[in-house]
């Protein structure tokens, strides 16, 4: 029962604290190549729809029930909604809503989510002080580098061992970003980091569950507050992160320093996010993928006899529920997710709602795909046939699915996405304008006009 | 550096988040002894008089600047000023203070100060919801029994990784508190704590810094709004504590589950909470004791000569300190604690003040002190004897320090200690008023009587 493990403490590591306090302090604003700035711009837009639509979700009603037992003052918006509270709980509240469909962004070296904590914490801050859309993408771009740079640090241990990493690095990216959007100092900047250090948050035993996407949340809350006690004189460790007794050593059997220290300042993380094309498992895109291409061909519900994948194991393993009963077991089934690319072209979170699952045509299309392990075939790839009533064959081979940093959503893919998701909520004509907000924002003289837009009217 | 630990997970836990959620809806109020009635009155006692006591610390007003950015509703007190905030960030601000001193309480087996986290997250939400008295000692009873037991299946190893005990188990304990204060059903308890599971707060790294009392503060707000948010229908994990990549297994190497059940309901940790007789680690306790000792037998500063002690190696490797410069090096220095204890009788946070410390006459006397290291002495014991200048020697042998559980502080000792923080904050005459409301809390029609004593006058 009790496992005792001695675990030799690493008494000499670099002043891991210090050197990313300096960073988050000192780096120039835009100091990063164009496409790391237009990056910023995709997964900040990325991360809006993301909580825009989820914003009615039950985890979002408990969790501003809760909050307004605090009788919170109305500083910041709660996205999608026309609700307002302060800005730690906007912080909180809007990083829930952007992970609660699981489809917002993965930092794929290390699984983070990366935005959710950073870009509610930033959002909602910014909107208090009134910050410019500029300031804002300098918060983001060194908020989610130092956060996957801790990831880096830590990956794949830190996972294995049963944290949920958005979170645990979550509370200290959301701190830095938020240390930068206030203008601390370096001193202050190091005390931000070191206050959050204390406050990792997430285990992976709660997926499944309402805490997952409270993670992110938590983690946007707890690392604003660390900043505004930081601002305020509060102290912490100066070695917080890297002393034996401090975050890595504590959270992880593995801490390669080099993962923080390298290249920082002239690469950045922000440039290996990704965007879900598809409100599932990672594993099940390439088939998804495979169907939408198929239909583009011309292939139908009505002119398809049988369709034949051939995937790598993992597919069946982690996704082989033949007759999934409702939206959660949808998620957890290739089956229902080739019918519905198939059908609707897209598996959004639209197409895992209970009633799409168990509705005729998409049983009837699901039962007619044949799906059988391959392992020659890479997880990222699938290998589909689709034979149709008339006896013709129409094949189609991905090898890397859309959303892959190999194939990534284009611009025009985000835009429909963040539509998707928010057209039913703020209208098309609104999410329109926020749209085009979000791809200038680094221009904008006040981020509170894409709040603004991105806040159901006033009743 | 990378240091790759296998650990193996215990698949077989029992249901230990179930047990307890349903010990925590469903044990009768004031179901233990009146010994446990009374301890729980003592702690909440010493707890309330720590927090009023550094309520104007520099740590408290920069936690309070930070929060008031928020613009809080005024709905729950700062223990010791006039001020008012929301009722998560008086449980934060409350756990601050209360731990300021590092005079509050100790559950020996564990190193856990339990109050903290639990009695500054159930006071504040007692007051928004005016609960009576009778809630407020089953909830503390029942939180800080949750704390402890989870900090006795883990220790010493959770604590020697690297965690501070106080916060990680006090984020369940605080949680578990307001779960039972807000009447939750034996489901929504389970889902209270498996919302706190995900946030345990507190690196050791911190201690010397403000961040080492944020632990207890920040678990206190972390547990309140976890139980919040489970009463609004939020969902977490039934298996949150023991499931492999759960709480337990997460953040320790050791989790002896038998420890949480056994005797659960008939045992209750807060029988074996202790209270600090004065302010500085628990080391020095018996050398400070002897010379309270020593000085009611008529030994004075004026006709000391000399001091002996023989002490265990750890007290001069941990408090060796001849000459400290300040308050804080003046912990260090058990030289230091024997001349307050000789010239005032006592040590509390007064006696840290910078200005005792350089005190000519206390500087005098501690040079009088000659500490001998003696293994044959126990860590808890010391041997002391006083020479006069007139040549006589009197002798004074600890076998345990007042405030150990083998000499417990009596009640009177706990009012001394807290009229020493409170009378110069609140006054004498309403100190004494809050005192005598402390002791008949259990029977209070609704607490908020103790708050408003417990509040400075509004200017």
């Known amino acids: 029962m009790a496992i005792n493990t001695k675990i030799e403490a690493d008494q000499n590591a670099p002043a891991i604290t210090q050197i990313l306090g300096a960073f988050v302090a000192q780096h120039p604003s835009g100091g990063w190549p164009a496409e790391v700035e237009h990056e910023a711009h995709r997964t900040f837009l990325n991360w809006l729809g993301c909580a825009v639509g989820a914003a009615h979700h039950e985890a979002a009603w408990a969790a501003l029930r809760a909050v307004q037992v605090l009788e919170p003052a109305p500083q910041a918006a709660v996205l999608g909604r026309a609700d307002r509270v302060d800005v730690a709980n906007a912080a909180l509240i809007n990083g829930i809503t952007s992970h609660t469909f699981d489809f917002d962004d993965t930092h794929l070296k290390t699984i983070i989510h990366p935005a959710g904590p950073v870009c509610s914490a930033v959002l909602a801050l910014a909107e208090l002080t009134g910050a410019t859309g500029r300031q804002v993408i300098d918060a983001v771009v060194i908020g989610i580098d130092v956060s996957c740079r801790l990831g880096n640090m830590m990956y794949p241990h830190h996972y294995d061992r049963g944290w949920h990493i958005t979170g645990s690095t979550g509370t200290l990216g959301a701190a830095a970003a938020c240390a930068r959007l206030l203008g601390l100092d370096t001193e202050k900047s190091i005390m931000a980091l070191g206050i959050a250090a204390s406050q990792p948050v997430g285990l992976r035993e709660q997926f499944g569950t309402m805490t997952k996407p409270l993670h992110p949340g938590a983690a946007a809350k707890a690392g604003l507050m660390s900043a505004l006690m930081a601002r305020e004189g509060f102290t912490a460790s100066r070695r917080a992160i890297e002393a034996p007794r401090g975050f890595a050593q504590v959270v992880s ?191 904008a003289g006040s981020v509170r006009d894409i709040v603004a837009l991105a806040s159901a009217a006033r009743p």
Chains 1, 2 share one sequence.
């Open 253 to 443: 059997t593995k801490y390669d320093w080099s993962e923080v220290t390298g290249e920082l300042g002239s690469r950045f993380e922000i440039s290996f996010n990704a965007y879900k094309p598809f409100a599932c498992g990672i594993v099940i895109h390439p088939s998804i993928d495979a169907c939408v291409q198929l239909r583009a061909k011309g292939v139908t519900a009505d002119n398809l006899e049988r369709l034949d994948l051939r995937v790598h194991s993992l597919v069946l393993e982690l996704t082989g529920k033949k007759e999934p009963a409702d939206g959660l077991q949808g998620k957890f089934s290739v089956y229902h997710g080739c019918a519905v690319g198939l059908i609707e072209g897209r598996a959004t979170e639209d197409e895992y709602a209970d009633d799409v699952v168990t509705r005729g045509d998409v049983v009837a299309t699901r039962r007619k795909v044949v799906a059988t392990i391959d392992d020659s075939i890479d997880e990222a790839a699938v290998d589909a046939v689709a034979t149709l009533k008339d006896g013709r064959q129409v094949h189609v081979f991905v090898e890397h699915a859309i959303g892959s940093l190999e194939r990534p959503m284009s611009d025009a893919d985000l835009e429909a996405k963040f539509s998707g998701m928010s057209d039913a909520i703020l209208g098309a004509d609104r999410t329109r304008r926020l749209l085009d907000a979000c791809w200038t924002l680094g221009a």
